[in-house]
């Protein structure tokens, strides 16, 4: 924890990293204060909100003031088979061209598909090491949030606000509010921090972050890897807050030390003292405070149509008729209507039709690593069918070198290459009409994952038992499936 300097205000992560990019204060105070005007360290860049962004420039005769901090990747469109042909989908191949052309006319690094270092923004930028504690980050994409949990300041942004980074590195940014997610305890065997995540968002609700930038803090946060903070930050957003944030320690210095992009002799040690700098003051002050208990926590799934609709895999869907918020009733209703399921049904009676691993909350080599470890010697579901799509062409590598290709395809899952794929189905992995899919992407509303279709939220370990039960399944069901397998 942080320690104030004498006579300094105590404050938090967030607010330190605020404050030292500020190149041009607001004026006024409180709500009614003009935003301050803040350096931007990192823009990382994909296909689909960035077109307009060049066009802007195009139009304006300026160009990208800082390339060097600019990296793009190709992901939402891309497909995950035959990445070697053309692309057939005409409006994806666009979309992909149009990146190419920006990136060569204005002198900007891409990650194209077949490059080794291409795959989903948030997870490249992370395994390069571009990402760093203290840093502002920021993209035309609302997972942004996920390089918070190296202790940066990390926000999705609009494609009007793209093009003034790209013009200015800097970036009007209006003050916030500062909620701690205090999470205490030990997790149980089988739980991970999609759960954590799943239940923050159940119990504050998707609005219940707005105009905040979370800090998720605590024993049971502290003993996370880093892979699992980014689950976590990633869906901040889910929570409709503005960031999400994790203190910078061992664990992220470990993470970053010898990556790409990491500093190194003299460099490393500064950047370490820095970072060693970031955390809350011991007596800084969060506006709101949140309390959820890590040794009660079990595996969380959605029921329902937005990533707020969701209960342990033990209970049962819920009765709309007992929720007293009559929006939230409603809502309810229409949910349960989507998807097609009746109030009192045990959740780990529901059948799935697809399982899909992937996404930037849960495809990095440990979401594979977690759901292989699940699925060795084990055989799957017929009837369901499973899509592993890594995060990234090097986590792909990676994950081949120790056999976790073989371990997906023995099982008869099928092993893809890297980009966004089913968690919105911008390529041609997507549902057909009334297919019910667990998926351990972040969002499940209506049509995400494809015209009709049907998404509950899990974790990678969730996803790889319910894809050899073929219904909602945690691993601690998998003893009792086998005993009854073999009883058969
Ligand atoms: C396409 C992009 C703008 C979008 C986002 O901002 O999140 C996508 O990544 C998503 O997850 O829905
Ligand atoms: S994996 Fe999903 S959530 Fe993440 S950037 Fe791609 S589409 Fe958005």
Known sequence: MGTTAAGAVPLTLAEKVWRDHVVVPGEGLGEAQTPDLLYIDLHIMHEVTSPQAFEGLRLAGRPVRRPDLTIATEDHNTPTLEIDRPIADPVSAKQ???????????????????????????????????????????????????????????FGIGTSEVEHVLATQTLPLKPFKTMAINVEGTLRDGVTAKDIILAVIAKIGTGGGQGYVLEYRGSAIRALSMEARMTICNMSIEAGARAGMVAPDETTFEFIRGRAHAPEGDDWEAAVDYWSSLPTDEDAEFDAEVFLDADSLEPFVTWGTNPGQGISLSDAVPDPEHFDDPNARAAAERALEYMDLAAGTPMKDIRVDTVFLGSCTNSRLEDLRAAAEIIR???????????????????????????????????GAEWRFAGCSMCLGMNPDQLAPGERCAS????????????GGRTHLVSPVVAAATAIRGTLSSPSDLTAHESELQEA
Do not use: W, Y
């Open 96 to 154: 992909i061209q149009t990146l190419r052309d920006n990136a060569a006319e204005f002198g900007i690094r891409l990650h194209s598909l077949g490059d080794a270092e291409q795959g989903i923004v948030h997870v490249v930028g992370p395994q390069l090491g571009l990402t760093q504690p203290g840093m502002t980050v920021v993209c035309g994409d609302s997972h942004t949030s996920t390089h918070g949990a190296f202790g940066a300041l990390a």
């Open 440 to 451: 351990t992407s972040n969002r499940n509303f209506e049509g995400r994952q494809g015209k």
């Open 377 to 411: 010697g084990r055989s799957k579901d017929e009837d369901v069918r499973m899509i592993v799509v890594p995060g990234s062409a090097r986590v792909r590598l990676e994950a081949e070198a120790e056999g976790l290709d073989r371990v997906f395809t023995d099982f």
